[in-house]
């Protein structure tokens, strides 16, 4: 069974940079594409950054320039580096392995949500 640990959130002030940690268990997570996802409150879950099995990176036009997502096959971990957090950015962030590569489009994710890591960014 394949469980997803995000971890790394936390409160930032406006301006401020935060790593976010996702980590994979009962599946080798270099085989998928990985994005990271984020729910802010009274929205749906939405995509804001993919990661290729090659190192293929996409991202919504939201955090583009602002946040890095990487890899490290070796840990079975991805990562998302975010830096100069603005308070929209606010939301519970989630990880999961996902269809489709990089393409934002349309897609499936492949495991069950983990608990996500809550982002506060304060203004």
């Known amino acids: 069974q394949v469980q997803l640990v995000e971890s790394g959130g936390g409160l930032v002030q406006a301006g401020g940079s935060l790593r976010l940690s996702c980590a994979a268990s009962g599946t080798i997570f270099s085989n998928n594409a990985v994005g990271w996802y984020r729910q802010a409150p009274g929205k749906q879950r939405e995509l804001i950054a993919a990661i290729t099995s090659g190192g293929i990176t996409n991202y919504a036009d939201s955090v583009k320039g602002r946040f890095t997502i990487s890899r490290d096959n070796a840990k079975n971990t991805v990562y998302l580096q975010m830096n100069s957090l603005k308070p929209e950015d606010t939301a519970v962030y989630y990880c999961?392995?996902?269809?489709?590569?990089?393409?934002?489009?349309?897609?499936?994710?492949?495991?069950?949500w983990g608990q996500g890591t809550l982002v506060t960014v304060s203004s």
């Open positions: 999961n392995r996902k269809t489709g590569g990089s393409v934002f489009g349309m897609f499936r994710v492949l495991d069950a």
